[in-house]
Protein backbone atom coordinates (compact mmCIF):
# COMPACT_ATOMS: atom_id res chain seq x y z
CA UNK A 1 0.00 0.00 0.00
CA UNK A 2 1.63 3.06 -0.89
CA UNK A 3 2.21 6.47 1.68
CA UNK A 4 -0.38 8.32 -0.49
CA UNK A 5 -2.77 5.81 0.17
CA UNK A 6 -2.37 5.23 3.74
CA UNK A 7 -2.64 9.65 4.11
CA UNK A 8 -5.75 9.36 2.12
CA UNK A 9 -7.14 6.49 4.26
CA UNK A 10 -5.84 8.47 7.49
CA UNK A 11 -7.06 11.79 5.98
CA UNK A 12 -10.82 10.77 5.36
CA UNK A 13 -10.90 9.01 8.85
CA UNK A 14 -10.22 11.72 10.28
CA UNK A 15 -12.19 14.26 7.88
CA UNK A 16 -15.63 12.15 8.87
CA UNK A 17 -14.42 12.10 12.60
CA UNK A 18 -14.32 15.89 12.64
CA UNK A 19 -17.54 16.31 10.49
CA UNK A 20 -19.16 13.47 13.38
CA UNK A 21 -18.21 15.77 16.20
CA UNK A 22 -19.79 18.59 14.30
CA UNK A 23 -22.41 17.30 12.86
CA UNK A 24 -23.24 15.70 16.50
CA UNK A 25 -23.66 18.88 18.27
CA UNK A 26 -26.60 19.79 17.63
CA UNK A 27 -28.05 17.07 19.11
CA UNK A 28 -25.68 17.07 21.96
CA UNK A 29 -26.63 21.04 22.64
CA UNK A 30 -30.33 21.59 21.65
CA UNK A 31 -31.80 21.39 24.76
CA UNK A 32 -28.83 23.53 26.79
CA UNK A 33 -28.36 25.95 23.70
CA UNK A 34 -31.96 26.56 23.50
CA UNK A 35 -32.90 27.44 27.29
CA UNK A 36 -29.99 29.93 27.40
CA UNK A 37 -31.53 31.86 24.04
CA UNK A 38 -34.50 31.96 26.26
CA UNK A 39 -36.54 29.22 24.38
CA UNK A 40 -39.40 27.57 26.95
CA UNK A 41 -39.67 24.49 28.36
CA UNK A 42 -43.03 23.60 26.19
CA UNK A 43 -41.02 24.62 22.88
CA UNK A 44 -37.52 22.67 23.07
CA UNK A 45 -39.44 20.05 20.53
CA UNK A 46 -41.03 22.09 18.47
CA UNK A 47 -37.83 24.85 18.18
CA UNK A 48 -35.49 22.36 18.43
CA UNK A 49 -37.40 20.51 15.15
CA UNK A 50 -37.22 23.75 13.36
CA UNK A 51 -33.37 24.16 13.64
CA UNK A 52 -33.02 20.47 13.22
CA UNK A 53 -34.96 20.91 9.66
CA UNK A 54 -32.52 23.91 8.81
CA UNK A 55 -29.63 21.91 9.16
CA UNK A 56 -31.05 19.04 7.08
CA UNK A 57 -32.28 20.91 4.15
CA UNK A 58 -28.71 22.29 4.12
CA UNK A 59 -27.43 18.86 3.30
CA UNK A 60 -29.54 18.24 0.67
CA UNK A 61 -28.23 21.07 -1.25
CA UNK A 62 -24.52 20.46 -0.08
CA UNK A 63 -25.42 16.78 -1.24
CA UNK A 64 -26.03 17.93 -5.07
CA UNK A 65 -23.29 20.86 -4.54
CA UNK A 66 -20.23 18.91 -3.66
CA UNK A 67 -21.16 16.15 -5.48
CA UNK A 68 -20.84 18.30 -8.38
CA UNK A 69 -17.63 19.28 -7.62
CA UNK A 70 -16.18 16.06 -6.68
CA UNK A 71 -17.27 14.92 -10.08
CA UNK A 72 -15.94 17.90 -12.20
CA UNK A 73 -12.99 19.42 -10.38
CA UNK A 74 -11.70 16.36 -7.91
CA UNK A 75 -12.42 14.34 -4.88
CA UNK A 76 -9.82 16.34 -3.00
CA UNK A 77 -11.44 20.04 -3.54
CA UNK A 78 -14.74 18.09 -2.43
CA UNK A 79 -13.17 17.66 0.81
CA UNK A 80 -11.37 21.04 0.93
CA UNK A 81 -14.13 22.95 0.42
CA UNK A 82 -17.12 21.10 2.70
CA UNK A 83 -14.59 20.68 5.79
CA UNK A 84 -13.72 24.83 5.01
CA UNK A 85 -17.50 26.02 4.92
CA UNK A 86 -18.42 23.82 8.11
CA UNK A 87 -15.58 24.69 10.41
CA UNK A 88 -16.51 28.22 9.82
CA UNK A 89 -20.08 28.16 10.24
CA UNK A 90 -19.45 25.77 13.31
CA UNK A 91 -17.65 28.52 14.93
CA UNK A 92 -19.98 31.51 13.99
CA UNK A 93 -22.56 28.99 15.32
CA UNK A 94 -20.74 29.36 19.10
CA UNK A 95 -21.64 33.60 19.03
CA UNK A 96 -25.30 33.42 17.95
CA UNK A 97 -26.84 36.80 19.64
CA UNK A 98 -23.90 38.10 20.45
CA UNK A 99 -22.99 39.37 17.17
CA UNK A 100 -24.44 43.13 18.46
CA UNK A 101 -27.37 45.04 18.14
CA UNK A 102 -26.89 46.01 14.31
CA UNK A 103 -27.31 42.11 14.15
CA UNK A 104 -29.36 40.82 16.75
CA UNK A 105 -31.96 43.61 16.20
CA UNK A 106 -32.36 42.67 12.83
CA UNK A 107 -32.12 38.38 12.53
CA UNK A 108 -33.77 36.66 16.31
CA UNK A 109 -31.39 34.87 17.84
CA UNK A 110 -32.97 31.27 16.84
CA UNK A 111 -32.92 32.35 13.18
CA UNK A 112 -29.37 33.11 13.31
CA UNK A 113 -29.28 29.75 14.87
CA UNK A 114 -31.14 28.03 11.49
CA UNK A 115 -29.10 30.41 9.05
CA UNK A 116 -26.05 28.75 10.88
CA UNK A 117 -27.09 25.28 10.93
CA UNK A 118 -27.80 25.59 7.62
CA UNK A 119 -24.49 26.89 6.59
CA UNK A 120 -23.59 24.07 7.98
CA UNK A 121 -25.52 21.28 7.26
CA UNK A 122 -24.48 22.41 3.62
CA UNK A 123 -20.70 21.93 4.33
CA UNK A 124 -21.12 18.94 6.50
CA UNK A 125 -22.58 17.42 3.28
CA UNK A 126 -19.45 16.67 1.37
CA UNK A 127 -17.32 14.33 3.94
CA UNK A 128 -18.77 11.16 4.01
CA UNK A 129 -19.24 11.10 -0.07
CA UNK A 130 -16.03 12.53 -0.91
CA UNK A 131 -13.71 10.32 1.37
CA UNK A 132 -15.79 6.96 0.51
CA UNK A 133 -15.69 7.61 -3.20
CA UNK A 134 -11.71 8.58 -3.17
CA UNK A 135 -10.50 5.77 -0.44
CA UNK A 136 -12.48 3.10 -2.97
CA UNK A 137 -11.19 4.25 -6.25
CA UNK A 138 -7.61 4.21 -4.41
CA UNK A 139 -7.74 0.49 -3.11
CA UNK A 140 -8.63 -2.76 -4.84
CA UNK A 141 -11.79 -4.23 -4.44
CA UNK A 142 -10.80 -6.64 -2.31
CA UNK A 143 -9.46 -4.26 0.37
CA UNK A 144 -12.20 -1.63 -0.33
CA UNK A 145 -14.22 -2.65 2.71
CA UNK A 146 -11.33 -2.60 5.18
CA UNK A 147 -10.47 0.98 4.05
CA UNK A 148 -14.08 2.41 4.09
CA UNK A 149 -14.21 0.77 7.72
CA UNK A 150 -11.35 2.47 8.58
CA UNK A 151 -13.12 5.51 7.71
CA UNK A 152 -16.46 5.07 9.39
CA UNK A 153 -15.49 3.20 12.52
CA UNK A 154 -13.08 6.85 13.21
CA UNK A 155 -15.49 8.61 12.07
CA UNK A 156 -18.36 7.81 14.47
CA UNK A 157 -15.82 8.14 17.34
CA UNK A 158 -15.92 11.83 16.99
CA UNK A 159 -19.77 11.51 18.67
CA UNK A 160 -18.09 9.92 21.44
CA UNK A 161 -15.92 12.33 21.57
CA UNK A 162 -18.43 15.30 20.97
CA UNK A 163 -20.53 14.02 24.05
CA UNK A 164 -17.18 13.85 26.27
CA UNK A 165 -16.21 17.72 25.18
CA UNK A 166 -19.48 18.77 26.07
CA UNK A 167 -18.77 17.70 29.59
CA UNK A 168 -16.20 20.14 30.13
CA UNK A 169 -17.22 22.80 27.94
CA UNK A 170 -20.03 25.20 27.15
CA UNK A 171 -22.31 25.04 24.25
CA UNK A 172 -20.81 27.95 22.45
CA UNK A 173 -17.19 26.66 23.04
CA UNK A 174 -18.23 23.10 21.50
CA UNK A 175 -19.10 24.79 18.32
CA UNK A 176 -15.94 26.72 18.29
CA UNK A 177 -13.91 23.66 18.92
CA UNK A 178 -15.49 21.73 16.38
CA UNK A 179 -14.80 24.83 13.89
CA UNK A 180 -11.37 24.84 14.87
CA UNK A 181 -10.84 21.08 14.74
CA UNK A 182 -12.24 21.48 10.50
CA UNK A 183 -9.18 24.15 10.21
CA UNK A 184 -6.52 22.01 11.79
CA UNK A 185 -7.40 19.17 9.08
CA UNK A 186 -7.49 21.35 6.28
CA UNK A 187 -3.25 21.22 6.82
CA UNK A 188 -3.36 17.37 6.00
CA UNK A 189 -5.77 18.10 2.94
CA UNK A 190 -2.55 19.96 1.36
CA UNK A 191 -0.56 16.14 0.88
CA UNK A 192 -3.49 14.11 -0.37
CA UNK A 193 -3.18 13.46 -4.24
CA UNK A 194 -6.49 12.86 -6.11
CA UNK A 195 -6.92 8.66 -7.52
CA UNK A 196 -5.39 7.86 -10.12
CA UNK A 197 -9.05 6.71 -11.94
CA UNK A 198 -10.62 10.19 -11.73
CA UNK A 199 -7.14 11.91 -13.08
CA UNK A 200 -7.75 9.51 -16.31
CA UNK A 201 -10.98 10.24 -16.63
CA UNK A 202 -10.78 13.81 -15.93
CA UNK A 203 -8.11 14.08 -19.13
CA UNK A 204 -11.35 12.70 -21.54
CA UNK A 205 -13.14 15.46 -22.07
CA UNK A 206 -15.65 14.34 -23.58
CA UNK A 207 -17.20 11.95 -21.08
CA UNK A 208 -19.81 14.48 -18.93
CA UNK A 209 -18.77 14.31 -15.23
CA UNK A 210 -21.26 15.50 -12.40
CA UNK A 211 -24.47 15.70 -14.09
CA UNK A 212 -27.08 15.19 -11.63
CA UNK A 213 -29.47 15.30 -13.72
CA UNK A 214 -28.03 11.86 -15.32
CA UNK A 215 -29.88 10.25 -12.51
CA UNK A 216 -33.42 10.82 -13.67
CA UNK A 217 -32.87 10.12 -17.28
CA UNK A 218 -32.49 6.05 -17.34
CA UNK A 219 -34.79 4.23 -15.27
CA UNK A 220 -32.07 1.81 -14.24
CA UNK A 221 -29.75 4.96 -12.80
CA UNK A 222 -33.02 6.33 -10.72
CA UNK A 223 -34.03 2.97 -9.25
CA UNK A 224 -30.15 1.96 -7.91
CA UNK A 225 -30.07 5.61 -6.81
CA UNK A 226 -33.75 5.53 -4.90
CA UNK A 227 -32.63 2.31 -3.30
CA UNK A 228 -29.63 3.52 -1.83
CA UNK A 229 -31.36 6.34 -0.21
CA UNK A 230 -34.19 4.79 0.72
CA UNK A 231 -32.80 1.23 2.53
CA UNK A 232 -30.83 4.28 4.77
CA UNK A 233 -33.72 6.00 6.02
CA UNK A 234 -33.87 3.87 9.29
CA UNK A 235 -30.53 5.26 10.54
CA UNK A 236 -31.10 8.96 10.33
CA UNK A 237 -34.48 8.17 11.93
CA UNK A 238 -33.19 6.09 14.35
CA UNK A 239 -30.73 9.47 15.48
CA UNK A 240 -32.99 12.47 14.36
CA UNK A 241 -35.80 10.87 16.20
CA UNK A 242 -35.28 8.42 19.05
CA UNK A 243 -31.94 9.98 20.21
CA UNK A 244 -32.52 13.54 19.52
CA UNK A 245 -35.51 13.99 21.23
CA UNK A 246 -34.70 10.54 23.81
CA UNK A 247 -35.21 13.14 26.63
CA UNK A 248 -39.06 13.88 25.66
CA UNK A 249 -39.55 10.42 24.12
CA UNK A 250 -37.52 8.39 27.79
CA UNK A 251 -40.76 9.39 30.15
CA UNK A 252 -43.26 8.46 27.81
CA UNK A 253 -41.74 5.18 27.41
CA UNK A 254 -41.67 5.00 31.19
CA UNK A 255 -38.35 5.51 32.42
CA UNK A 256 -38.67 7.04 35.64
CA UNK A 257 -35.21 8.78 35.88
CA UNK A 258 -33.97 12.04 33.56
CA UNK A 259 -32.90 11.17 29.94
CA UNK A 260 -30.33 13.22 28.48
CA UNK A 261 -29.26 13.77 24.57
CA UNK A 262 -25.92 13.85 25.13
CA UNK A 263 -25.80 10.57 27.13
CA UNK A 264 -27.73 9.11 24.39
CA UNK A 265 -25.63 10.18 22.00
CA UNK A 266 -22.72 8.90 23.83
CA UNK A 267 -24.11 5.03 24.10
CA UNK A 268 -25.37 5.56 20.06
CA UNK A 269 -22.13 6.58 18.92
CA UNK A 270 -20.42 4.16 20.76
CA UNK A 271 -22.88 1.16 19.33
CA UNK A 272 -21.91 2.73 15.83
CA UNK A 273 -18.40 2.43 16.46
CA UNK A 274 -18.04 -0.89 17.37
CA UNK A 275 -21.19 -2.33 15.17
CA UNK A 276 -18.98 -0.55 11.86
CA UNK A 277 -16.39 -2.58 12.71
CA UNK A 278 -18.61 -5.53 12.78
CA UNK A 279 -20.20 -4.91 9.81
CA UNK A 280 -17.40 -3.99 7.82
CA UNK A 281 -15.89 -7.42 8.47
CA UNK A 282 -19.01 -9.65 8.47
CA UNK A 283 -18.99 -7.77 4.64
CA UNK A 284 -15.62 -8.58 3.90
CA UNK A 285 -16.10 -12.44 5.16
CA UNK A 286 -19.02 -13.32 3.34
CA UNK A 287 -17.99 -11.32 -0.10
CA UNK A 288 -21.31 -9.46 0.43
CA UNK A 289 -22.02 -6.01 0.73
CA UNK A 290 -25.90 -7.02 0.71
CA UNK A 291 -26.20 -9.47 3.03
CA UNK A 292 -24.00 -7.54 5.46
CA UNK A 293 -26.40 -4.25 4.72
CA UNK A 294 -29.13 -6.90 5.64
CA UNK A 295 -28.63 -8.10 8.78
CA UNK A 296 -28.00 -4.98 10.17
CA UNK A 297 -31.00 -3.34 8.30
CA UNK A 298 -33.52 -5.92 9.82
CA UNK A 299 -31.12 -6.02 13.07
CA UNK A 300 -32.25 -1.94 13.39
CA UNK A 301 -35.94 -2.59 12.52
CA UNK A 302 -35.85 -5.19 15.51
CA UNK A 303 -34.45 -2.91 17.84
CA UNK A 304 -36.62 -0.16 17.58
CA UNK A 305 -39.33 -2.09 17.81
CA UNK A 306 -38.13 -3.07 20.84
CA UNK A 307 -37.34 0.24 22.10
CA UNK A 308 -41.50 1.38 21.03
CA UNK A 309 -42.78 -1.97 22.87
CA UNK A 310 -40.46 -3.51 25.04
CA UNK A 311 -41.21 -2.44 28.51
CA UNK A 312 -38.49 -0.18 29.65
CA UNK A 313 -38.40 1.56 32.80
CA UNK A 314 -34.93 1.86 34.13
CA UNK A 315 -32.14 4.31 32.78
CA UNK A 316 -29.52 1.47 32.27
CA UNK A 317 -32.25 -0.44 30.49
CA UNK A 318 -32.98 2.57 27.80
CA UNK A 319 -29.23 3.34 27.37
CA UNK A 320 -28.26 -0.22 26.71
CA UNK A 321 -31.14 -0.48 24.03
CA UNK A 322 -30.03 3.27 22.58
CA UNK A 323 -26.02 1.25 22.44
CA UNK A 324 -27.71 -1.62 20.26
CA UNK A 325 -29.86 0.53 18.05
CA UNK A 326 -26.97 2.28 17.12
CA UNK A 327 -25.02 -0.83 17.29
CA UNK A 328 -26.90 -1.79 13.95
CA UNK A 329 -27.21 1.20 12.68
CA UNK A 330 -23.65 0.72 11.60
CA UNK A 331 -24.22 -0.09 8.11
CA UNK A 332 -23.82 3.68 7.06
CA UNK A 333 -20.60 2.97 5.45
CA UNK A 334 -21.58 0.32 3.73
CA UNK A 335 -24.50 2.16 2.24
CA UNK A 336 -22.39 4.36 1.29
CA UNK A 337 -19.52 2.11 -0.44
CA UNK A 338 -22.67 0.48 -2.01
CA UNK A 339 -24.09 3.75 -3.38
CA UNK A 340 -20.03 4.58 -4.59
CA UNK A 341 -19.19 1.03 -6.31
CA UNK A 342 -23.38 1.12 -8.45
CA UNK A 343 -22.00 4.52 -10.42
CA UNK A 344 -19.44 4.97 -12.65
CA UNK A 345 -17.04 7.08 -12.22
CA UNK A 346 -18.43 10.62 -13.92
CA UNK A 347 -21.27 10.05 -11.24
CA UNK A 348 -19.81 8.11 -8.29
CA UNK A 349 -18.59 11.32 -6.59
CA UNK A 350 -22.48 12.96 -6.74
CA UNK A 351 -23.88 10.20 -5.73
CA UNK A 352 -21.75 8.88 -2.88
CA UNK A 353 -22.33 12.16 -1.65
CA UNK A 354 -25.85 13.18 -2.13
CA UNK A 355 -26.90 9.63 -1.19
CA UNK A 356 -26.26 10.02 2.61
CA UNK A 357 -27.13 13.41 2.82
CA UNK A 358 -30.32 12.64 1.08
CA UNK A 359 -30.87 9.38 3.56
CA UNK A 360 -29.86 12.54 6.12
CA UNK A 361 -32.12 15.08 4.65
CA UNK A 362 -35.30 12.61 4.88
CA UNK A 363 -34.88 13.22 8.77
CA UNK A 364 -36.87 16.88 7.47
CA UNK A 365 -39.91 15.20 6.25
CA UNK A 366 -39.83 12.45 9.24
CA UNK A 367 -39.79 15.21 12.03
CA UNK A 368 -42.50 17.16 9.77
CA UNK A 369 -44.73 14.21 10.56
CA UNK A 370 -43.34 13.25 13.71
CA UNK A 371 -44.23 17.10 15.36
CA UNK A 372 -47.68 17.11 13.24
CA UNK A 373 -49.04 14.14 14.30
CA UNK A 374 -47.41 14.17 18.53
CA UNK A 375 -50.24 15.51 20.02
CA UNK A 376 -53.19 13.63 18.59
CA UNK A 377 -51.27 10.45 18.80
CA UNK A 378 -48.41 11.43 21.32
CA UNK A 379 -44.36 11.25 21.41
CA UNK A 380 -44.50 7.45 21.11
CA UNK A 381 -47.26 6.98 18.76
CA UNK A 382 -45.86 9.57 16.33
CA UNK A 383 -42.49 8.09 16.52
CA UNK A 384 -43.97 4.70 15.35
CA UNK A 385 -45.99 5.73 12.53
CA UNK A 386 -43.12 7.85 11.34
CA UNK A 387 -40.63 4.27 11.64
CA UNK A 388 -43.20 1.82 10.15
CA UNK A 389 -43.71 3.80 6.84
CA UNK A 390 -39.55 4.39 7.04
CA UNK A 391 -39.53 0.39 7.78
CA UNK A 392 -41.73 -0.66 5.00
CA UNK A 393 -39.43 1.52 2.22
CA UNK A 394 -36.11 0.24 3.90
CA UNK A 395 -37.08 -3.16 3.55
CA UNK A 396 -38.44 -2.49 -0.30
CA UNK A 397 -35.53 -0.98 -1.28
CA UNK A 398 -32.79 -3.87 -0.08
CA UNK A 399 -34.66 -6.49 -1.88
CA UNK A 400 -33.77 -4.47 -4.94
CA UNK A 401 -30.16 -3.66 -4.03
CA UNK A 402 -27.33 -4.76 -6.61
CA UNK A 403 -24.34 -6.64 -4.87
CA UNK A 404 -21.00 -4.49 -5.95
CA UNK A 405 -18.45 -6.47 -3.75
CA UNK A 406 -16.42 -8.01 -6.75
CA UNK A 407 -17.48 -4.40 -9.15
CA UNK A 408 -14.49 -2.72 -11.17
CA UNK A 409 -14.45 0.79 -10.32
CA UNK A 410 -13.05 1.52 -13.43
CA UNK A 411 -15.83 2.44 -16.16
CA UNK A 412 -18.02 5.39 -16.98
CA UNK A 413 -21.90 6.02 -16.73
CA UNK A 414 -23.58 6.56 -20.15
CA UNK A 415 -27.02 6.94 -21.86
CA UNK A 416 -26.11 3.83 -23.82
CA UNK A 417 -26.60 0.19 -21.98
CA UNK A 418 -25.54 0.46 -18.24
CA UNK A 419 -22.54 -1.14 -17.61
CA UNK A 420 -22.96 -4.42 -15.51
CA UNK A 421 -23.14 -3.60 -12.09
CA UNK A 422 -22.95 -6.59 -10.50
CA UNK A 423 -25.20 -9.60 -9.48
Given at each position: ??????????????????????????????????????????????????????????????????????????????????????????????????????????????????????????????????????????LPKEKRGYGTTIVVATGVA??????????????????????????????????????????????????????????????????????????????????????????????????????????????????????????????????????????????????????????????????????????????????????????????????????????????????????????????????????????????????????????????????????????
Amino acid sequence: MSNNIRLAILVAALGYFVDVFDLILFTILRQSSLRDLGVSEADLVSVGGYLLNAQMGGFLIGGILWGVIGDKIGRIELLFGSILLYSIGNILNGFVGQFGPGVDAVVSPIDQYALLRFITGVGLAGEIGGGITLVAELLPKEKRGYGTTIVVATGVAGAVVAALVYELFTWRWVYIIGGILGLGLLFLRLSVADSGIFKALAEKEHIARGNFLMLFTSWDRFSRYMNCILVGVPIWFSLGIVVTFSPELAPALGVKEPVTAVTSVFWFYLGITIGSVANGLISQWLKSRKIAIGIFLFGTLAMLGITFHAPISSLSMFYTVVFFVGFFTAYWAMMVTVAAEQFGTNLRATVATSVPNFVRGATVPAVLVFTTLKPDLGIVGAAEVVGLVVAALAILAFFSLRETFHLDLDYVETDAKPAKQGA
